[in-house]
């Protein structure tokens, strides 16, 4: 089983950027295609983005494109989410995610979330 912590979120003006990281227990991480899930108030937890488990791939969700960079560090069992240029929309709980094994992109294990609020 991974446990999942993140950290970095907080309150940053429009147009500013936050680093969020993700650390993940255990020696499976190197090989586990990660993500990053969003869940604004009042709605579902939605995609924003993932990388596969070598950080040859990644993919975005339409409206974090050109705005946000997900990236790995092996070594350190941590994948971060870059997040430039923020908008008061990309106010949400910010959940990172990992798959049961490797090879899957479907996942079972959350974090318990950072708080991102974006000010206008």
């Known amino acids: 089983q991974v446990q999942l912590v993140e950290s970095g979120g907080g309150l940053v003006q429009a147009g500013g950027s936050l680093r969020l990281s993700c650390l993940a227990s255990?020696?499976?991480?190197?090989?586990?295609?990660m993500g990053w899930f969003r869940q604004a108030p009042g709605k579902e937890r939605v995609f924003a983005a993932q990388i596969s488990w070598s950080g040859d791939s990644s993919y975005y969700e339409d409206s974090v494109k050109g705005r946000f960079t997900i990236s790995r560090d092996n070594a350190k069992n941590t994948v971060y989410l870059q997040m430039n240029n923020l908008k008061p929309e990309d106010t949400a709980v910010y959940y990172c995610?990992?798959?049961?094994?490797?090879?899957?992109?479907?996942?079972?294990?959350w974090g318990q979330g950072t708080q991102v609020t974006v000010t206008s």
């Open positions: 255990g020696d499976t991480f190197s090989s586990l295609n």
């Open positions: 995610a990992a798959p049961k094994r490797a090879g899957l992109w479907n996942y079972e294990y």
